[in-house]
T-cell receptor
């Protein structure tokens, strides 16, 4: 089983619909992240959380919200989806120990907004 | 603002050749850098990292070089194999030290 699991893996929805992408992890890490990937733009940070009571905006948080339901669960919501939110979304985790901040990524959730 | 970029969006090499993927970063205060590999349909996977107090770090068939003077990072892959075909991202820790900022990626294609 994957250490970082994202659901759904693929979703097609219509403009204006509310969408939730879920992420769960078995790595025991405190830190969780949501990134968005678009062709030619790399990965951009949407939100991150360092523990259950901590939520922080990333560089492109507008139009998104998150919920850290537990140490192992971090969900991303699009309250009213729009076509330019069509992208590949990745959840990632990291621990708060050590000198580096290596991220462990899920397999991605591909979202298409029509 | 912070940005991490790659010099070339694509790189094509022959199997067995050495590959060099380049990355320029903008934050001179960055203290930590990572290279990730993303295979088709998968999430990015860690390859190698380097801290700013180092110039070079070697792994299995991969070497990362850091030139802080010109804010340049490179990934060298020795004896490139078809399985190395993927998109490669460099990333640096952001100014707050709270997250990684990624470059746009270089697609490496290895032909037999």
């Amino acid at each position: 089983d994957a250490d970082v699991t994202q659901t759904p893996r693929n979703r097609i929805t219509k403009t204006g619909k509310r969408i939730m992408l879920e992420c769960s992890q078995t790595k025991g890490h405190d830190r969780m992240y949501w990134y968005r990937q678009d062709p030619g733009l790399g990965l951009r940070l949407i939100y991150y959380s360092f523990d259950v009571k901590d939520i922080n905006k990333g560089e492109i948080s507008d139009g998104y919200s998150v919920s850290r339901q537990a140490q192992a669960k971090f969900s991303l919501s699009l309250e009213s989806a729009i076509p330019n939110q069509t992208a590949l979304y990745f959840c990632a985790t990291s621990d708060d120990q050590g000198q580096g901040r290596e991220l462990f990524f899920g397999e991605g959730s591909r979202l298409t907004v029509l | 603002g912070e940005s991490v970029g790659l010099h070339l969006p694509t790189l094509s090499v022959q199997e067995g050749d050495n590959s060099i993927i380049n990355c320029a970063y903008s934050n001179s205060a960055s203290d930590y850098f990572i290279w990730y590999k993303q295979e088709s349909g998968k999430g990015p996977q860690f390859i190698i990292d380097i801290r700013s107090n180092m110039d070079k770090r070697q792994g299995q068939r991969v070497t990362v070089l850091l030139n802080k003077t010109v804010k340049h990072l490179s990934l060298q892959i020795a004896a490139t194999q078809p399985g190395d075909s993927a998109v490669y991202f460099c990333a640096e820790r952001n100014q707050a030290g709270t997250a990684l900022i990624f470059g746009k990626g270089t697609t490496l294609s290895v032909s037999s």
